[in-house]
């Protein structure tokens, strides 16, 4: 009767249990980013419909496209007097709407919300366009290192975290972090 010894590399265990978890990782994440795709807010556009004539703010938030849950951001205008209307403008040369950097916020063109030199007479339209947040979700790779598996939904859009997590003025619709819980609950 002969007998055989071998010797187990150090850590093959851990790395065996790590690709074990490593699988379960996976479909977990992919679950999740399923589970947050179907769960992704719409997006909405600003479309500006009176093409040159439109105020300069306008213009400037025309394609704008934002998760529908938080409002555009429109540049606010200043209106400067035409030269010699008053001392402080003298430097001003001819006058007219200018743009600064602050912004106005707005759940949609005319909004109730806006000073009234952004919304009367506009005959901007928000378009909601389903799906394009769903699109900007994935499941990136799994890592293992040594015996660590970690694994990351993402969504790459502008905005999105406002979406997710909300600001000062609006909530948070919580897409992502809703799904990773109920994923999680449907596994117990």
Not at 132 to 153: C, D, E, M, N, Q
Request: one cysteine or more.
């Amino acid at each position: 009767m002969g007998r055989t010894k071998t010797r187990i590399a150090p850590g093959l265990a851990k790395r065996l249990a790590a690709g074990v978890i490593r699988d379960e990782v996976e479909r977990i994440t992919d679950a999740v980013a399923k589970e947050a795709k179907d769960r992704a807010p719409d997006t909405k556009r600003w479309v500006t419909t009176n093409g040159p004539d439109a105020r300069p703010s306008h213009r400037h938030a025309n394609g704008q496209t934002i998760p529908a849950t938080v409002p555009y951001q429109l540049p606010k205008m200043e209106y400067i007097r035409k030269a010699g209307d008053d001392n402080r403008q003298k430097a001003q040369g001819p006058g007219g709407w200018v743009l600064r950097t602050a912004v106005d916020l707005a759940d949609r063109p005319r909004d109730p919300q806006l000073p009234i030199h952004q919304r009367i007479n506009c005959g901007c339209q928000s378009v909601i366009v389903p799906g394009v947040i769903a699109a900007a979700t994935r499941a990136l790779p799994t890592r293992v290192r040594g015996s660590k598996v970690s694994a990351t939904v993402e969504v790459v859009f502008p905005r999105i975290a406002e979406a997710e997590f909300g600001t000062n003025d609006t909530p948070g619709s919580h897409f992502l972090s809703l799904s990773g819980s109920l994923v999680m609950a449907r596994r117990r």
